[in-house]
């Protein structure tokens, strides 16, 4: 028996493949779940039962959570990675490392194949399938969904059809749940007009009075909330969204480009991922220099993008990473954050770094470092090339206007 290792969550795609695998081709197979974040421990508990009943030969869970803080999550704030300034790559950041952690694992057991559950128009099959044509070139790679074309309609029947007891309302919603953000994908975002309803969220709204929280950074990594410092930023993140997830904070739908040249869209609810950006942000418009975050906007942009389409493991991600990480070392400090029911307010920030310090003048008011005349000649100086042009060339000017 060829033996596979297979990309497994316990969604309908993944219980679909292990079946198929197992049942219609005879394969040896290897549930693998890698674990970013986003599964309790009786959720783990539950899958690993369902998966040795659809007959795999073992099922294995890698938790890579702290990996994924220190390799990804962590240059995804330093960036303020939002993809389109909407969506913080809730999944296919964790999709880059979920894919090497199986390609690995696969090595450790002399797996000849690898099986993932993506479909043939999703960004997901272009991931998985680089990384693991990286690192395992000589593997097999198979893909029942894609490969036989099918709707989640057919593959419900399918299960249905072999006994499969599984939540199949439920299944109607493709739902990827991780530290940085959970997915939610149905009918309704394969339209470019509706909304999900607020039953396909995992997360549902029980909290309406207002909180207000303090998150601290130390050199751009999230090590306080609330006043209790985390030795590791993963519990941090956990902390915040524990606290703003019961708001319905961080609800949207993402719609860009895919991979494969088509316009997708997906739902969302990340309330960690975009608290802990956007306050980091504000922390940095007052810690870093003009320059600063105008090259930091332009560099995270094009790696976030990078990581989103599945070039991880260009060398290029390892030098971006490390001029975001040097960008870091004055990002120290507090920021004030207010929630609301579906919103939170940023209030401000306390830092030792902050170079909006009134020593030097109060914006609008007073300054303390230069003269009227200063501003004077700095302005006739910034302005001269501009005005030689409209002196030289004023006819031609004129004549425009």
């Given amino acids: 028996m060829k033996k596979v290792v297979l990309a497994y969550s316990g969604g309908l795609d993944t219980t679909f493949c292990a079946l198929h695998l197992t049942k219609d081709k005879g394969y040896e197979v290897h549930a693998v779940l890698v674990n970013t974040g986003g599964f309790s421990k009786e959720e783990l508990a539950t899958i690993e039962e369902r998966a040795k009943v659809l007959g795999v030969s073992s099922f294995n869970v890698l938790d890579v959570t702290k990996t994924y803080y220190d390799e990804v999550i962590k240059y995804l704030v330093f960036g303020n990675v939002l993809k389109n300034q909407t969506y913080p790559l809730s999944v296919s950041a964790e999709r880059i490392l979920q894919a090497k952690s199986l390609a690995e694992y696969a090595k450790s057991i002399g797996a000849t194949a690898v099986a993932h559950g993506s479909t043939g128009a999703g960004n997901d099959q272009v991931r998985f399938d680089m990384i693991f044509q990286t690192i395992l070139p000589e593997a097999e790679i198979i893909t029942p969904i894609r490969d036989l074309k099918l709707s989640r309609e057919e593959e419900i029947e399918y299960l249905k059809k072999h006994g499969v007891s599984m939540n199949f309302e439920k299944a109607a919603y493709s739902i990827n749940k991780g530290i940085w953000g959970t997915s939610v994908g149905g009918k309704e975002t394969l339209t470019s007009h509706q909304g999900l309803p607020e039953s396909a969220f995992p997360t549902q709204v029980t909290a309406s009075e207002s909180k207000d929280i303090t998150l601290e950074f130390e050199q751009g990594e999230l090590r306080s909330v ?11 993140i956990l902390r915040v969204q ?11 739908i993402h719609v860009g480009d895919t991979i ?7 739902g969302f609810e990340a309330a960690a991922p975009l608290i802990i950006i956007k306050s ?5 418009k007052h810690t870093l220099t003009k320059w600063q975050m105008f090259w930091k906007n332009q560099l995270a942009e094009f790696y ?38 579906y919103r939170f307010q940023l209030v401000g920030v306390e830092s ?22 200063d501003v004077k000649g700095f302005t006739r100086i910034l302005g001269n090339q501009t005005a030689i042009f409209h002196k030289v060339n004023q006819n031609e000017t004129d004549h425009e206007n």
């Avoid at 494969?260 to 997906?266: A, F, L, M, S, T």
């Avoid at 980091?280 to 940095?284: G, P, V």
């Avoid at 991880?312 to 004030?336: I, W």
């Fill in 226 to 236: 609330q006043g209790i410092r985390y030795a590791n930023p993963v519990d941090a």
């Fill in 242 to 252: 524990e606290l703003a997830a019961p708001y319905g904070i961080g609800r949207d």
């Fill in 260 to 266: 494969i040249g088509i316009k997708g869209r997906v």
């Fill in 280 to 284: 980091h942000q504000l922390l940095e």
């Fill in 304 to 341: 976030g993008n990078h990581l989103h389409e599945g070039h991880y493991l260009d060398p290029v991600m390892r030098n971006l990473e490390a001029f975001l990480a040097d960008t870091q070392t004055c990002v120290s400090g507090k920021v004030h954050v207010s929630l609301h029911p």
């Fill in 352 to 373: 030792p770094h902050d170079l909006m310090s009134s020593k030097f003048g109060s914006y609008g008011e007073m300054n303390k470092g230069y003269t009227a005349d």
